[in-house]
């Protein structure tokens, strides 16, 4: 499974929870939101992980620190593009794939380093 089906399968599994979709692959300089959602009053920001081996961590360690920063500084100009959900509660969640497609949904997987 590609990136592009790994995605699919997330957004699914998070519209079948009650998320609403926003924005898909919304590129900015230096930086890509996989998913863009809404949870109620929530702005939610789901990055989409698939991984074929657990050899160095699994998909959801590949969110390292690196990405995170790149993920915040992303939804950072998506607020700035979309002034109406600027003042939206932000939750960063994270959406893991293992080789069998079994997801692993972390809500507020990380926070926004200022």
């Known amino acids: 499974m590609k990136g592009a089906a790994a995605e699919d399968l997330a957004l699914r599994h998070l519209q079948a929870q009650g998320l609403k979709l926003l924005a898909r692959n919304w590129r900015c300089a230096g930086g890509e939101l996989d998913l863009v959602m809404r949870d109620r009053d929530t702005l939610v920001i789901a990055e989409v992980r698939k991984r074929s081996s657990t050899a160095f961590g699994g998909a959801a360690a590949s969110v390292n ?49 200022d």
Do not use: M
């Open 65 to 113: 620190a690196r990405k995170q920063a790149r993920i915040v500084h992303a939804t950072r100009l998506f607020l700035a593009a979309h002034r109406d959900h600027a003042q939206d509660a932000v939750r960063f969640d994270v959406v893991a794939l293992d080789a069998g497609d079994n997801i692993q949904w972390l809500r507020a997987a990380f926070d926004a380093q």
